[in-house]
């Protein structure tokens, strides 16, 4: 069993470092402050977590040997391009507001929608809005942990299985929010030797999502 819940926290953990997840959530850290980037990757992992369980959930019990997956896997990629295309040209239009002076720590969530204060504190907005985003991240089904689950379900008790997801689950939401932490420490750093060069940092995170989003897209048509 031991051996069964590494391997499902490691596929949680390679999972959550996905080219798409790792420009996303730098994406939506670009603004946020050193200490406040790490709760961006966190509330984006709930989110995504919330949605792949519920892929399990789906995959395991309702469509035994997911004779549907080709047909959401399709529609995941069109809504996933959508929503990287959308990102990247925020976090554009957030570098090149830096450029003119107009940047600030929220520019990119306010353009989501994402930002609401209360006293001067994050509203629960801004955290329900990030974890949309990270389960928008995963209408493409979680085809390795689905293969995991259906591997274990004939065999492993029900306790193993959901053992087995519960350490999928923890290896993202650790993942995602180093990946947060890290994304905003490099983008501070950044900050700190330049608005310039903040903003091209912005762009080239722009870049790498409009690419992949556009990959998904194209996968997905």
């Keep these: ?47 995504h977590v919330v949605l792949v369980l519920g892929w399990v959930l789906l995959g395991s019990v309702v469509l035994s040997r997911l004779p549907a997956t080709a047909a959401f896997d399709r529609f995941g990629g069109l809504v996933l ?10 976090t554009a239009v957030a570098g090149a507001r830096r450029l003119r ?38 209408l493409s089904p979680p085809l390795s942990m689905l293969a995991l689950v259906t591997a274990l379900l004939p065999t492993a008790t029900l306790g193993g299985v959901l053992l087995a997801v519960l350490a ?16 905003g420490t490099l983008f501070g750093a950044l900050e700190g030797y330049g608005t310039r060069l903040h903003a ?19 996968g997905g048509v």
């Design 1 to 47: 069993m031991d051996s069964l819940l590494v391997a499902a926290a490691l596929l949680g953990l390679t999972h959550a470092v996905e080219p798409d997840h790792v420009a996303g959530i730098a994406a939506l850290a670009s603004d946020a402050s050193r200490r406040r980037a790490a709760l961006v990757g966190g509330c984006f992992a709930t989110g």
């Design 101 to 138: 002076g107009h940047g600030s720590h929220t520019h990119v969530h306010a353009r989501l929608g994402l930002t609401a204060t209360d006293g001067g504190r994050r509203g629960v907005r801004e955290y329900l809005g990030l974890g949309v985003a990270g389960a928008l991240f995963t």
């Design 200 to 218: 091209g940092a912005q762009f080239l995170a722009a870049g790498v999502l409009a690419v992949i989003g556009a990959g998904a897209l194209m």
């Design 168 to 183: 999928y689950a923890v290896g993202i939401l650790l993942a995602m929010t180093v990946v947060g932490a890290v994304a």
């Design 81 to 90: 391009g959508v929503v990287l295309l959308a990102v990247a040209a925020l």
